[in-house]
Nanobody
Framework: QVQLVESGGGLVQAGGSLRLSCAAS????????MGWYRQAPGKQRELVAT???????NYADSVKGRFTISRDNAKDTVYLQMNNLKPEDTAVYYC????????????WGQGTQVTVSS
């Protein structure tokens, strides 16, 4: 089992910044990739950014150049630095973990709300 706890969401004005954190615990050695996804009201959950064991990253086109995903292996924590936030970034942000050998994410956090006002 892997447990994920997000933090760092909140209300910010357009153009502002936030940093989300995702602390992982449990069978972390089995995790091959971690990522951030988001879900806005009435929309499906969508990929924001991922980072794998080799620290290779992947971003949605809508956040490239504004968001940065990183990891601190000593703290078993993944971060999402979000700059130049836009109202369309408003959503619940979820941290997820994918185990080695799996094609889908196996574990999710409870989510953290990010609201960007115009």
């Amino acid at each position: 089992q892997v447990q994920l706890v997000e933090s760092g969401g909140g209300l910010v004005q357009a153009g502002g910044s936030l940093r989300l954190s995702c602390a992982a615990s449990g069978s972390i050695f089995r995790v091959n990739e971690m990522g951030w996804y988001r879900q806005a009201p009435g929309k499906q959950r969508e990929l924001v950014a991922t980072i794998n064991d080799d620290s290779r990253t992947n971003y949605a086109d809508s956040v490239k150049g504004r968001f940065t995903i990183s990891r601190d292996n000593a703290k078993d924590t993944v971060y999402l630095q979000m700059n130049n936030l836009k109202p369309e970034d408003t959503a619940v942000y979820y941290c997820g973990a994918r185990l080695l050998g799996w094609g889908v994410y196996n574990y999710w956090g409870q989510g953290t709300q990010v609201t960007v006002s115009s």
